[in-house]
């Protein structure tokens, strides 16, 4: 039989946080091939991994993960769509079961742009 193993990542390095108002955070998913955003704990936000290398993948497998960059806005309460004031509209995926997804995002609320 097969032994399964669920091991977390030890590290995650984010490159870049960009808070957006709402409308913005919306136009950007809306305009991507994968219109879904995630929402995590009044947080709506999309998580964009750096392009794949040999180097990203050694690192992957030393259980370290760069992310390019992450887009959020606040969203207190979660909906299965939300629509921006155009009109335009995403799928709102809850992940608030997401261990991993929760600490990013406690940690976001850390982090200085937070309060920007």
Known sequence: MTD???KPYDKIYVRDMIKLNLDDLI?????????????????????FAMTES???????????????KIIFAVYE??????????NLEIGVLNMQKSRLYKDLIAWLKTQSIWNE
């Open 27 to 47: 136009g950007m998913m809306s305009s991507l091939e994968a219109a879904n955003a995630y929402w995590v704990d009044g947080v709506l936000f999309a998580s």
């Open 77 to 86: 309460n979660y909906t299965k769509t939300v629509k921006s004031s155009t």
């Open 4 to 6: 399964f193993i669920h």
């Open 54 to 68: 040999e180097e990203l993948a050694k690192k992957e497998m030393q259980n370290e993960m760069f992310l390019d």
